[in-house]
């Protein structure tokens, strides 16, 4: 998540700081279907306890209604078909948002909020919504697609890394954290030192 530093201190711990990917091309066909009896659909109306439990599961107890008018229904980018949910029996177990954001070209696209509860984690289900962004990003004529993540969370890192994304950096002290998840998942090919910065001056970033 893009937080003011204030913010930044609720929700993470300073010894996991956010690091940022791009895809920098929206080449390829996402409309991929998750497998069976999980389906991808947009918000409706009554969706709110669905989106706070899986907040909740995913990134602690501060998230409530009142955080969902703030951070997702109050946000410019906001509209039923970018709030995008994972559903098994039609009960909502993940959600993303694929949003625009302020410092980033109107061409890049802003995965944002991207969840899971508990138990889902670990099937490779976070692609499918990774990819709903990704074609709502290309059917509205974006160019390319960006992310946060936490830098422990290396199960994701590594499905974004395979599914075309590649870091950027936003601040020096991100290079030091690159090069500790550089050993850990042995990505020999990936060069700290060398990685492009973020273009642009005005992105928010707590990194």
Same mark, same amino acid.
């Given at each position: #998540?893009?937080?003011?530093?204030?913010?930044?201190?609720?929700?993470?711990?300073?010894?996991?700081? *956010?690091?940022? *990917?791009?895809?920098?091309?929206?080449?390829?066909?996402?409309?991929?279907?998750?497998?069976?009896?999980?389906?991808?659909?947009?918000?409706?109306?009554?969706?709110?306890?669905?989106?706070?439990?899986?907040?909740?599961?995913?990134? +602690?107890?501060?998230?409530?209604?009142?955080?969902?008018?703030?951070?997702?229904?109050?946000?410019?980018?906001?509209?039923?078909?970018?709030?995008?949910?994972?559903?098994?029996?039609?009960?909502?177990? +993940?959600?993303?948002?694929?949003?625009?954001?302020? +410092? *980033?070209? &109107?061409?890049?696209?802003?995965?944002?909020? @991207?969840?899971?509860?508990?138990?889902?984690?670990?099937?490779? @289900?976070?692609?499918?919504?990774?990819?709903?962004?990704?074609?709502?990003?290309?059917?509205?004529?974006?160019?390319?697609? #960006? &992310?946060?993540?936490?830098?422990?969370?290396?199960?994701?890192?590594?499905?974004?890394?395979? #599914?075309?994304?590649?870091?950027?950096?936003? %601040?020096?002290?991100?290079?030091?954290?690159?090069?500790?998840?550089?050993?850990? @998942?042995? &990505?020999?090919?990936?060069?700290?030192? %060398?990685?492009?910065? @973020?273009? %642009?001056?005005?992105?928010? %970033?707590?990194?």
């Amino acid at each position: #998540m893009i937080l003011s530093p204030i913010e930044s201190k609720i929700f993470f711990k300073e010894e996991y700081p *956010l690091l940022e *990917l791009v895809r920098e091309n929206l080449d390829g066909d996402f409309s991929v279907q998750p497998p069976y009896p999980f389906i991808l659909r947009s918000y409706q109306p009554g969706d709110e306890p669905y989106w706070v439990e899986i907040m909740k599961d995913a990134f +602690g107890d501060f998230w409530n209604e009142k955080s969902f008018q703030t951070f997702i229904k109050s946000h410019r980018s906001f509209s039923p078909e970018r709030l995008i949910f994972l559903c098994v029996q039609k009960v909502p177990v +993940g959600s993303v948002c694929a949003f625009s954001w302020p +410092g *980033l070209d &109107l061409k890049t696209g802003f995965i944002f909020m @991207l969840a899971l509860k508990r138990e889902f984690r670990g099937k490779g @289900l976070g692609r499918y919504l990774v990819l709903a962004c990704l074609d709502y990003f290309a059917k509205n004529h974006y160019q390319r697609a #960006m &992310l946060q993540t936490e830098s422990f969370r290396l199960s994701a890192i590594r499905l974004y890394l395979k #599914m075309g994304f590649k870091p950027v950096l936003v %601040t020096s002290g991100q290079i030091k954290v690159w090069e500790e998840i550089a050993k850990k @998942l042995a &990505l020999n090919k990936l060069n700290p030192q %060398t990685l492009p910065r @973020l273009k %642009t001056k005005e992105f928010i %970033t707590v990194s």
